[in-house]
């Protein structure tokens, strides 16, 4: 069987290194798992030309939102956060769903973080919609959503509405007021969040910070001095990849160390640190 992941970029992307992982612990001899370079335009053709031996695709930027038209299947949480990260190929029919939200309320309650009474969202994207459903699902039923151009965060903010989730949007020059949380989940890409790490750090005692690599960030390293509780990108990366397998196999015994292990020495090959 195949798999693979498409965005673009994609060439950085970490999840051929778990799924394949997972796939040789779980003695899957005959499935394999390719990165497709594949934008909005490009995705509508490519799936078409999927034959019979996929089994399913993990989406990144920028195919989350544009998928859900093309899908004949699609999850009740993947309707409601309005993004699909996987799709899944059973009975002739394209299944969506979102395995996003599984890997944040995962990382996060791996690193011990407890549910929020109060959280702010760095950022109006697809993820952020995503973390405000591992909110929701933490309990949290209200949130604050800073960006740089409010006018930009209408389906996040109709994604929040689908949850049932309170949304509060502020700006990112009004930072300081929106910092009374025990929780801060940055989404911003890399290095967009250093320019206020020590503000934060200094007023939230919990941050998630989606990036993966280069890590740490800035934003991560600030909250540590300050004594402060970080969970980065990469437990909340595996653990969406575990469901996706899951989702993809059939299969439940989904080795998770393994596929731990295979990421995190990529990650260390890519910084040098690694044969």
């Known amino acids: 069987m195949k798999a693979a992941v498409l965005g673009s970029p994609i060439a950085h992307s970490l999840s051929p290194y778990l799924h394949r992982a997972a796939y040789a612990e779980m003695g899957l001899d005959g499935w394999s798992y390719a990165a497709i370079e594949c934008g909005e ?25 544009a998928v859900l038209p093309l899908l004949d299947e699609v999850s009740e949480l993947a309707v409601a956060v309005g993004g699909a990260n996987t799709v899944v190929f059973a009975g002739g029919a394209r299944h969506g769903d979102n395995t996003d939200v599984y890997g944040i309320v995962a990382a996060l309650e791996e690193a011990g973080v407890a549910p929020p009474k109060a959280a702010t969202v ?16 933490l309990g949290l039923a209200e949130a604050t959503l800073v960006v ?21 949007v502020q700006t990112f020059d009004k930072l300081e007021t929106a910092l009374e949380a025990d929780l801060v989940v ?12 020590d503000l934060v750090a200094a007023r939230v005692p919990a941050v998630f910070d989606v990036v993966y690599a280069p890590w740490p960030t800035r934003l991560a390293r600030a909250v ?9 990108g990469f437990p909340m990366l595996l653990h969406q990849a575990v469901r996706q397998v899951e989702l993809m196999t059939g299969r439940t015994d989904v080795p998770v160390e393994a ?5 995190e020495a990529e990650i260390l090959r890519r910084a040098g640190r690694g044969s």
């Open 41 to 65: 335009a490009g995705l509508p053709a490519l799936l078409d030309g999927l034959g019979p031996g996929w089994a399913g695709l993990s989406l990144t930027m920028p195919l989350k939102r």
């Open 122 to 137: 760095l950022g109006g994207g697809a993820t952020a919609a995503s973390a405000l459903a591992a909110l929701r699902e």
């Open 148 to 168: 740089r151009d409010p006018a930009r965060v209408g389906e996040t903010a109709e994604a929040a509405e689908r949850l049932g989730a309170a949304l509060t």
């Open 186 to 197: 940055s989404t911003l890409p890399s290095g967009a969040a250093d320019g206020f790490a």
């Open 224 to 232: 540590r001095r300050a004594g402060g509780t970080v969970v980065g």
């Open 259 to 263: 596929m731990r292990a295979a990421g």
